[in-house]
Nanobody, 124 residues
Framework: QVQLVESGGGLVQAGGSLRLSCAASGRTFSNVAMGWFRQGPGKEREFVAT????????YYADSVKGRFTIARDNAKNTVYLYMNGLKPEDTAVYFCAASQWASMTTRSDWYNYWGQGTQVTVSS
């Protein structure tokens, strides 16, 4: 059974910080790129961040660049999203995902395993 399990979501005031974690089980994802996506109220799912298989490269959406950091620990089969300087517009359900490929991608259809999502709410 392959599973991605997220944790760390919650309610935070504007300007605050959260760390999201995504622990994988059932197989190793150490040889593929990982990503984070989010879906806000009444909005479509959008790309947030991605990291290559060996963490040599990262890429971020313009809306979060400089505030969010994606990281991974392949020994723990876990990926993280460090979120700083949170804004109300960051409010969304956040999903982690594993790619089919080692290279980074912003395309959701190139990811074939997804977590259940965790709610992040930022109040003003």
């Amino acid at each position: 059974q392959v599973q991605l399990v997220e944790s760390g979501g919650g309610l935070v005031q504007a300007g605050g910080s959260l760390r999201l974690s995504c622990a994988a089980s059932g197989r190793t994802f150490s040889n593929v790129a990982m990503g984070w996506f989010r879906q806000g109220p009444g909005k479509e799912r959008e790309f947030v961040a991605t990291i290559s298989w060996n963490a040599d490269n990262t890429y971020y959406a313009d809306s979060v660049k400089g505030r969010f950091t994606i990281a991974r620990d392949n020994a723990k089969n876990t990926v993280y999203l460090y979120m700083n300087g949170l804004k109300p517009e960051d409010t969304a359900v956040y999903f982690c995902a594993a790619s089919q490929w080692a290279s980074m991608t912003t395309r959701s259809d190139w990811y074939n395993y997804w977590g259940q999502g965790t709610q992040v709410t930022v109040s003003s």
